[in-house]
């Protein structure tokens, strides 16, 4: 029994095939949203950093770098697949699109594990 399945040929919704190039609107749409939405996050952890007094940011410091950089590195990643989403939509290139959804959900990844990290951390 041989069984191949090509996942560019995938039949979904009323027989609509999705191919990369497709779906690269939709990883732009995204990327920048969850981009947005850690830019109002970092404002937000920015804005917590800065009401603590001086005496107290040095016991505080550490979590909330370590948040701030988590974020930022989701921030960059989505950007990435932002950008190659573009770029695969205007050259037209499939393995671009394929590298823009992966860092897409890499840039995920990073977003809810700073969620968690933050969720963790409130006593």
């Known amino acids: 029994l041989h069984f191949e ?3 560019k040929q995938i039949s979904a919704w009323g027989g609509i095939v ?9 990883a732009i749409g995204a990327a920048t949203a969850l981009a ?3 830019l ?7 804005a917590s950093y800065a009401s603590f007094e001086p005496q107290e940011k040095r016991s505080v410091r550490l979590k909330h770098r370590r948040r701030a950089w988590f974020a930022f590195a989701a921030l960059l ?4 697949a932002a950008v190659l989403g573009v770029a695969a939509k205007w050259l037209p290139c499939e393995w671009l699109a394929d590298a ?7 840039s995920f990844g990073c977003a809810a594990w700073t969620a968690l ?6 006593n």
């Open 117 to 122: 990290m933050t969720v963790l951390e409130i």
């Open 18 to 26: 999705l191919d990369g190039i497709s779906v690269a609107g939709d």
């Open 77 to 80: 990643l989505s950007l990435l």
């Open 5 to 7: 399945v090509n996942l």
């Open 100 to 106: 823009a959804v992966i860092i897409l959900f890499v």
């Open 36 to 38: 947005g939405l850690i």
């Open 40 to 46: 109002v996050y970092l404002g937000s952890l920015a």
